[in-house]
């Protein structure tokens, strides 16, 4: 799988703060690549060295297979970026925008006006296309922000925490539409600090804090880099003594405990085990309500691999 | 998407359409227009009205299109020059719009030339409606009009001086990246060289400073001696380029005297004026053009510098 993004050393210092530092990073194509850190973590300002509106201080970039160099614009006929809250002009209407910014990726007339329609009416414009952008909403933003950056059919879609602002529907609407534009070949890099969001949608990810790579690599990979057990939690009625012991003769159960009527299933192993274990309290006669692996989640793996830095940093 | 890569041509003109919908849509910029248009037709209109109220019968005049240098001055190419470029690039970086706009696959030196492209746009238009309004409002009122021929060289003129302010309002707006710094700081560079600078000059006696400096410039005068003495002043700074160039196509011969004021002889109504020295019209006018040049290269240069260098940090 050949890489789309690759970032060797990368450094970017703002006075004494270095907002990156000694960044690899790399992006296969064909993938959603989430690139995940808390607010602060450098994210943005790599995006920004991505498509050439900040210049490294150090290392190299290369997009697409070509090498990032200062004001070269054509390796950006091929990416298409949204930034966070994207500011568009408002003095332009959402048509007049997409043709323009057409215009400047050299897209014909014939293109544009088949390009532009479509977009309007796939991220929910194409009725207020020939209103000012000054009128829009936030949400209506920051769906145009998402018209734009899929304007010239990129082959790499860099997208700034895309559902930043939105309202929980807009949210569902702009992971869809990410969806969608991954299942037409356009390999998408979006940074976010919504775990669930990273967690739902995307193939691969990169966590990044202080603007240090922390873990990269698929979501299965990263979690197998934590070492800490994993736990089921149950919620059982009718439980009973012989619902725990059945749960206790699985072979992968390190240890099982009772609060009310939830039961603590403590594992040997990192695999789901949630329908031998369901099955078991089946066999005992309990019910479950509700059921969750604890310890697999993103959100689990991102604040121990954050501390297990911060650890590190201590020490030093 | 087509395959092949866009022309430069082809991106410069999407930036100087994308421009051209900001400057035209401004409402600083749609309201600088009426006022202007509100006073060349008071200009126009200002004879009638004193006739009305019991002044002198309107004569005909057929040099008060030429006369008047089509109606614009000094202040309007200043105004002009800050109405139309003081959102430019500071407000794209207010705004965060220069986001969007730099991620695009247009290098910034086009982004740049756009934008100025579409300023010098913005002001052929606007000048050129102004002037033909002038022109047709001077044959009515004031009958048939000599040397209207000329008038593309107030025209050339307006747009000589009002780049100059174009290119500081830009590199203030560039720098610090704010459109109230640069629509402040020309202001401030404009009264200081025109006004504080002008009677510094001409108490002094050191006014031939200000040939140098954009704006007003030093005072001379030119053709026969007036009453005073002294013939008919003229500005010889780079606002003036237009009228100086008329004057020369239609007396080349002239030449620009200059004076002093003795402040220590000063009597009660009495002025005394120290001729300084003389030089020919041409001159002045080459002289004015150079030096109009030269700030319009060296500003735009470091602009386009400064902005082709900037880190997007917005």
């Known amino acids: 799988m050949s890489l789309v993004i690759e970032t060797s050393g990368l450094t970017k210092r703002y006075e004494s703060l270095i907002a990156v530092n000694n960044l690899d990073l790399t992006v296969k194509r064909d993938t959603i690549h989430g690139f995940l850190g808390p607010n602060g973590a450098g994210k943005t300002t790599t995006l920004k060295i991505l498509v050439g509106l900040l210049k490294a201080d150090g290392g190299s970039v290369s997009v697409l297979g070509q090498e990032l160099g200062w004001d070269k614009p054509d390796v950006r006929l091929k990416i298409g970026f949204m930034p966070e809250l994207p500011k568009l002009p408002k003095h332009l209407k959402g048509r007049e925008l997409l043709d323009i910014y057409g215009r400047m990726y050299g897209m014909t007339k014939e293109e544009r006006n088949n390009q532009v329609p479509k977009l309007l009416d796939m991220v929910g414009l194409k009725e207020r296309g020939n209103d000012f952008i000054g009128k829009y909403s936030k949400g209506m933003q920051q769906r145009l922000g998402m018209a734009q950056a899929l304007l010239s059919e990129p082959e790499l879609v860099i997208l700034d925490e895309p559902s930043i602002g939105l309202d929980p529907v807009g949210m569902v609407e702009v992971r869809e539409m990410m969806k969608e534009i991954a299942k037409e070949g356009v390999t998408v890099f979006l940074s976010s600090h919504l775990l669930h969001e990273v967690q739902q949608i995307c193939t691969h990810v990169t966590i990044i804090n202080k603007g240090v790579a922390v873990a990269s690599g698929t979501l299965k990979e990263i979690s197998a880099k934590v070492k800490g057990p994993m736990t089921i939690e149950a919620e059982v009625d009718k439980l009973s003594k012989a619902v725990i012991k059945k749960v206790e003769e699985l072979p992968f159960v390190k240890d099982v405990s009772q609060d009310g009527k939830k039961l603590l299933v403590e594992l040997k192993t990192r695999d789901d085990v949630r329908s031998q274990v369901s099955q078991a309290i089946a066999a005992g006669g309990g019910i479950v309500t509700s059921m969750n692996l604890k310890g697999e989640s993103l959100e689990d793996v991102f604040m121990h691999l954050l501390a297990k830095r911060e650890e590190k940093e201590a020490s030093k | ?314």
């Open chain 2, 1 to 314: 998407m087509s395959e092949s890569r866009p022309s430069w041509i082809t991106k410069f003109l999407a930036v100087v359409r994308y421009e051209m919908f900001w400057n035209i849509r401004k409402k600083k910029f749609i309201g600088m227009l009426i006022v202007a248009f509100a006073l060349t037709t008071l200009v126009l209109a200002l004879d009638h009205i004193a006739n009305f109220f019991g002044g002198p019968p309107i004569e005909p005049n057929p040099d008060f299109v030429i006369g008047t240098n089509v109606g614009l001055g000094g202040f309007a190419f200043f105004l002009f020059a800050i109405v139309t470029v003081m959102n430019t690039i500071s407000a794209e970086f207010e705004s965060g719009t220069i986001v969007p706009l730099l991620a695009k696959p247009v290098s910034r030196t086009i982004v740049f030339l756009g934008k100025l492209f579409a300023a010098f746009l913005t002001l052929l238009a606007t000048y050129c409606f102004l002037m033909i309004y002038m022109a047709i409002g001077g044959f009515v009122v004031y009958g048939p009009q000599n040397n209207l021929h000329l008038v593309p060289l107030s025209l050339l003129g307006a747009l000589f001086s009002t780049f100059i302010w174009i290119s500081i309002v830009l590199l203030f707006g560039t720098l610090f990246r704010s459109s109230l710094i640069a629509a402040l700081g020309p202001l401030g560079i404009w009264f200081g060289t025109n006004i504080i600078g002008s009677i510094i000059g001409v108490l002094a006696g050191q006014g031939w400073i200000f040939t140098y400096i954009p704006g007003t410039g030093n005072s001379g005068y030119i053709g026969e001696p007036s009453p005073t003495g002294m013939g008919v002043a003229v500005a010889t700074g780079t606002d003036s380029i237009g009228s100086n160039l008329i004057n020369y196509i239609l007396h080349p011969s002239w030449e620009v005297t200059y004076y002093k004021i003795n402040i220590g002889e000063i009597a009660p109504g009495q002025i005394p004026w120290e001729k300084l020295y003389s030089e020919p019209l041409s001159n002045v006018v080459l002289t004015s053009i150079a030096v109009a040049v030269i700030y319009f290269i060296v500003f735009i240069g470091i602009s386009w510098y400064v902005f082709r260098r900037a880190q997007i940090t917005e």
